[in-house]
């Protein structure tokens, strides 16, 4: 099945700082999905982006399909930005079924 | 509109024991999938159901079992509890039913914390 990396695994910041999260998949997707979980289990949904740019506010993503990743970019972070962020990928054949990675822990200091 | 519903929020339980857990998906979203999250072994998918019909099934024991409702609320279920079965199980809701669109977007809910002593 589809494998999914991401990197870093830990990040600290300063508060306004920027940072880039980097999602490696192993196969083609038609479906990448960014979740940012709070430190309250929540998972939310940050993008549907199988392929070119989005942007939400401060939170923009890039998928480059041929090439096998996805980027999720953070600007003037704040401190409510951390917890830890999930990119996942289906595992194939139209399933439903969502491969993550392991995360990246994100924390912003004051 | 009102998200995804899971009851109950946390539950203590013994090895041995059974539980069910409650999804209620978003008004209109036919397909539910549940995932298991632990610190070892992280997201890992339990299965998926669509239109009533499990559609998908994670690498799991057959003491995980689900089901869906005509209302598209689910329920799973562990029956004879481990002490490895303690994690936050997650439920997730999407339109389906329309393969590679964005009809596949997942949105979760706040998930059921079991412990298992």
């Known amino acids: 099945g589809i494998q999914v990396e991401q990197s870093p695994p830990d990040l600290i910041l300063q508060e306004g700082a920027n940072s880039t999260l980097r999602c490696n998949f192993s196969?083609?997707?038609?479906?990448l999905q960014w979740f940012h979980q709070n430190p309250w289990g929540q998972l939310i949904n940050l993008f549907y982006?199988?392929?070119g740019t989005k942007q939400n506010g401060r939170l923009s993503a890039t998928t480059v399909a041929t090439e096998r990743y996805s980027l999720l970019y953070i600007s003037s972070s704040q401190t409510t930005d951390s917890g830890v962020y999930f990119c996942?990928?289906?595992?194939?054949?139209?399933?439903?079924?969502?491969?993550f990675g392991k995360g990246t822990k994100l924390t912003v200091n004051p | 509109k009102a998200g995804v519903t899971q009851t109950p929020r946390y539950l203590i339980k013994t090895r041995g024991q059974q539980v069910t857990l409650s999804c209620s998906p978003i008004s209109g979203h036919r397909s539910v999938s549940w995932y298991q999250q632990t610190p070892g072994q992280g997201l890992q998918f339990l299965f998926e159901?669509?239109?009533?019909?499990?559609?998908n099934k994670g690498n799991f024991p057959g003491r995980f079992s689900g089901r869906q409702f005509s209302n598209s609320r689910s329920e799973m279920n562990v029956s004879t509890l481990e002490l490895g079965d303690s994690a936050l199980y997650l439920c997730?809701?999407?339109?389906?039913?329309?393969?590679?669109?964005?009809?596949?977007?997942?949105?979760f809910g706040a998930g059921s914390r079991l412990t298992v002593l």
């Open positions: 982006i199988p392929s």
């Open positions: 997730a809701s999407s339109l389906s039913g329309l393969p590679f669109s964005g009809a596949n977007v997942l949105t």
């Open positions: 196969d083609s997707v038609n479906n």
């Open positions: 996942a990928a289906p595992s194939g054949g139209g399933s439903e079924k969502l491969v």
């Open positions: 159901y669509f239109s009533e019909t499990q559609r």
